[in-house]
């Protein structure tokens, strides 16, 4: 039996690893720098900018509002104009943007369990390539 | 009763958030554009340089070295010189890197499925916005 072919005409199939496949914008976007701390700080309710701005240390005004806003144009992230006295601006999650907060929650709550083993890692690594080097140095000078 | 407290006093409290906090080098570095693609790409099984570059469409062979020596660095990639008659060195995923690749395979495969739904939502955002500034421009012809 052949299997079945769940891709309609009308739909190419996608794959990430094509340069020229549109889910690889949508990766790069999700996986920006910045975005991969906005959607966990996001997951636990709606933020005002200069919430948002104490809590990602690091980040200047200028890409949390561009950031923002490009996560508010491809519908991740919803902006709302709360109708109070003084003006008041939050943003908030949504459903689409909630749909892959648990993943990066998941790459950030990885990187926070992790990084002592990669620094131990990096640290073994320059070691034993000083060694080689020390080594490669001693045949070198051996076969002058 | 109060909570119990797992951090030692040896080892300081982590946060993804804190600029100074090393997790957030860890996740700049397994978060960075090809790290993205290398780790699913990996998940499979060694793979060799060239069979790498073919995969990952729009990697340079520069970019591609930088990135496996980082990772191997790191304790996230190991480097297998094969014992064959023609040089034959092949990469794969280091148990540390294995703990990771199911999440970025999640994060892939959430970009595969959603670009669509980042499209409608850019393109309505885009209408939207260009229906508020001739809207915008129409109030600023009535005031002058």
Chains 1, 2 share one sequence.
């Not at 039996?1 to 199939?13: G, L, R």
């Not at 636990?44 to 923002?68: D, H, V």
């Not at 993943?103 to 002592?116: G, P």
Request: contains cysteine; hydrophobic residues 40%.
């Amino acid at each position: 039996m052949k299997p079945v072919n769940n891709i309609s005409a009308e739909e190419p199939q996608t794959d990430i690893y094509s340069l020229a496949c549109p889910s690889r914008k949508a990766l790069e976007l999700v996986g920006s720098k910045w975005a991969l701390l906005i959607f966990p700080a996001l997951a636990a309710g709606p933020m005002r900018n200069n919430a948002l701005l104490r809590k990602i240390e690091g980040i200047s005004q200028k890409m949390l509002t561009q950031t923002l806003k490009e996560l508010e144009r491809n519908g991740l992230v919803t902006r709302c104009n709360l109708e109070t006295a003084a003006p008041h601006v939050e943003y908030e999650l949504s459903p689409l943007g909630e749909s892959l907060s648990d993943t990066l929650i998941a790459l950030d709550n990885w990187a926070e369990r992790h990084h002592a083993d990669l620094q131990r890692a990096r640290e073994q690594f320059d070691r034993d390539e000083k060694a080689g080097e020390q080594v490669a140095g001693r045949i070198v000078h051996k076969l002058r």
